[in-house]
Structures are given as C-alpha cells and as structure tokens.
C-alpha cells in the first residue's frame, strides 16, 4: 500500500437522507444522477452524469445506511474520472486532477519547509508552493457544488481508522478536536529540526477553512464540465 495523502472536504448539502441529497445535488448541477454497479455498468455513460456505484447493493438506500457513504463517480473512464466518497459529513476525494505531487513524506517535506541542498531545495519548494496554491484555489471551486467551506490533508494511509471515521460520517470539526494531531495552516510550518526524531510525523495534518461565495453554476461547469 501506497503512503500516499487523503484530501478530504466538508459536505455541507446533505439534507434529510441519500435519495433526497442526490436529487438535490442533480438539481443544483443540472447533470442526471445515474445509480449502477460496476457488475452492471450498461448506464454508465463517458459524460458529466454522477454516476454513483452501489457495488453488489440492490439500492442507494441499502448501500448508504450499511457503509454509511456511496462513491460518487464524474467523468467515467477517462483520465478526468474523479470519484467522491460521499458521506453525511464530508467528502473523500479521488482522482487524477486532486491527487498531490508525491507520496506523504515528500508532502510533508514542503509543510514544514524542510529544505536541503540535494534532497527538497528552495527551488523545489517555490515549485511547489506555486503549484500547491493553485491546487488549493481549484479544489475550493469544486467543493463549492457541495456548499464545501473547509479542508484537510493527512496521510490516509497511516491513520486509517480516521479515514474510517470520516467514510462513515465524522465531522471534519470532530476530527480536528484530537489532540494527536499537529495541525498545520500557515506553510511553512515551523519545526525543530535538531529534534526532529521526537515529531509524530503520520499525525501532521493540513487544515484550511474559507468563506463561502455565491456559487456559479456556470463558472463551475467552464471549469470542470
């Protein structure tokens, strides 16, 4: 298993239950909500449908009230393909257009400004940065169709039961609250570095949270379709 960085975004349209939210979600996008299997994919279409896959559930209703969240699937099949695990509280995001540059501990490398001359230097980190932010400003568009106002990054794969807790309906306000964490908002994050063996470093965490906008239904499909 990769150790690799879990983006996760705060679901603010659930309303009532699943059937409910989605079609209030096919409302507000104006793109048809398609429910399939991936054992019986003949509706899935190579378009701008969500497409949510209930693996071997015979509902929506079913697969949501048993794993507490559904996969939410754009742009099936093709490299734009994004998929969304989508639960009462927040939302898990996959996808080649959201995945960060480099595993966890090169992630982590640019969080803490953790520059040397021949591992992740200044130059690396001024790339990066550049390219952080704007991943940051896109991500926020695209969690505006989720009404989204707040964001966290840490490594999924080292703190699995927290990707478990979040699947199946945690608050990210919750998830915050453990004091296990290092919570980073402003880049770079400061460290000791002479003692930098005494950091937990699978419990950094990058935390972002910003005013919602009006959403623009027509500014988010020029910019993602």
Known sequence: ?????????????????????????KEISSYDVI???????????IGFEWIVNIDDYHTVEECFE??????????????KETEFWFSKNSIDVFGEEFMIRGRWHYFLKFLIGDI???????EDF??????????????????KIFNSNELIMFCGDLNQDIQEKLWTGETIEKILKND??????DIPYKIN????????????LFHKK????????????????
């Open 1 to 25: 298993m990769g150790i690799d960085v879990s983006v996760h975004i705060n679901n603010n349209i659930f309303e009532k239950n699943i059937i409910y939210t989605l079609e209030k979600l």
């Open 35 to 45: 429910i399939s299997s991936f054992h019986d994919n003949k509706e899935k279409k």
């Open 66 to 79: 048993n794993d507490k969240y559904i996969k939410l699937i754009r742009r099936w099949d093709t490299v």
């Open 116 to 122: 040397k001359k021949d591992d992740f230097n200044e």
């Open 126 to 143: 001024i790339d990066y940065k550049n390219w952080f932010d704007g991943y940051i400003e896109r991500i926020i568009e695209y969690g």
């Open 180 to 185: 296990m964490w290092t919570i980073i908002e």
């Open 193 to 204: 570095m002479d003692n930098y063996e005494n950091y937990d470093t699978a419990r950094f």
């Open 210 to 225: 910003w005013e919602n906008n009006l959403f623009d239904i027509n500014k988010w499909k020029k910019l993602f379709g």
